[in-house]
């Protein structure tokens, strides 16, 4: 199997790339037979956050690390902000129009801008990637392989591999139906599947990013989702944060090592915009406090036909 360089992975956090992988592109991502799966959107280079995938994680772990600082101290509850926020993207996400008729044979399509930071070695500088376009395609019930369009990446219409039935942190849309539409439930599903970071809650709210980013997510587990984030310790509100395309929304963020991830919410309907990773202090690859190490927005979301169509 070759190794794809780590500029060729998709936008997400370094520190979290190796930790968050999940089965089907993204941030979906899902991976051709020849290469490891794409990264969905997921963080930085842990982010694009597209959804990475299980079966490139043995092939990325030694490549896409950087250390962080972490303070060990322990987050405040989420702030009455956020929470009320949150509700109110909670109430938005249950008014969201369903897809209709959605057929097994379908796929899901994502379109997005972004760019992450990617570490290209110990005696070389990180580097922030230019904003850059990516579409994704994903299997509705992940039988049938997915597909990733990402020209700087050196994507071009790569069919990626199925998602592993049976993987918690699944985003085909069939899954995704089945997770809990309770809020108590969703936040004990999320304190179970998700992964890696310095902590639990960091790993919770990894996670709400990764479902927000690269997949469809029914109404009523959408609003689960984002009741249950709100019992994630140490989020708060950022009054106007700008996602990938410029556009201003208001974020729920949290501060992890140096990092404070932003997941971005238009301020009127409520609808995920997309995320931005700042630095919080100075870190020894290159960047400094106030720094922005990531950006992503999704551009459109929508059902169609065939693998490789376009609405």
Do not use: C
């Amino acid at each position: 199997m070759n190794q794809l360089p780590e500029r060729d992975l998709p936008p997400g956090r370094h520190r979290l790339l190796k930790e968050h992988l999940m089965t089907e592109i993204r941030h979906t991502g899902e991976a051709p037979a020849s290469t490891p799966a794409a990264a969905p959107a997921r963080r930085r280079d842990r982010r694009l956050r597209p959804a990475l995938i299980a079966g490139a994680a043995a092939a990325l772990v030694a490549t896409l690390t950087v250390a962080l600082p972490s303070s060990g101290e322990s987050a405040p509850a989420a702030s009455k902000e956020a929470v009320a926020l949150l509700e109110d993207i909670a109430l938005a996400a249950e008014k969201a129009d369903e897809p209709a008729d959605i057929r097994d044979d379908q796929f899901v399509y994502i379109k997005s801008k972004g760019g992450w930071t990617t570490h290209l070695g110990d005696d070389r500088p990180a580097e922030l990637q230019p904003v850059h376009q990516r579409e994704l395609w994903v299997s509705v019930d992940g039988s049938q392989a997915g597909m990733l369009h990402d020209p700087y990446a050196r994507s071009d219409h790569e069919l990626l591999e199925k998602q592993t039935p049976g993987i918690p942190s699944n985003t085909s849309y069939r899954h995704l139906e089945t997770l809990p539409t309770d809020p108590d439930e969703m936040f004990e599903w999320l304190n179970k599947v998700s992964e890696g970071g310095d902590s639990k809650d960091e790993a919770n709210f990894v996670l709400v990013g990764d479902l927000s980013r690269e997949s469809l997510m029914p109404p009523a587990q959408a609003a689960a989702l984002y009741r249950a984030a709100a019992r994630i310790d140490g989020v708060f509100v950022v009054d106007d944060a700008v996602d990938a395309i410029g556009r201003h929304g208001v974020a729920v963020a949290r501060v992890d090592g140096a990092e404070r991830t932003e997941l971005i919410f238009d301020k009127k309907t409520k609808e995920f915009l997309g995320e931005r990773v700042v630095l919080v202090e100075d870190v020894p690859w290159g960047f400094e406090k106030g720094d922005v190490t990531g950006r992503f927005a999704v551009l459109e979301r929508a059902v169609v036909d065939k693998r490789g169509q376009r609405p």
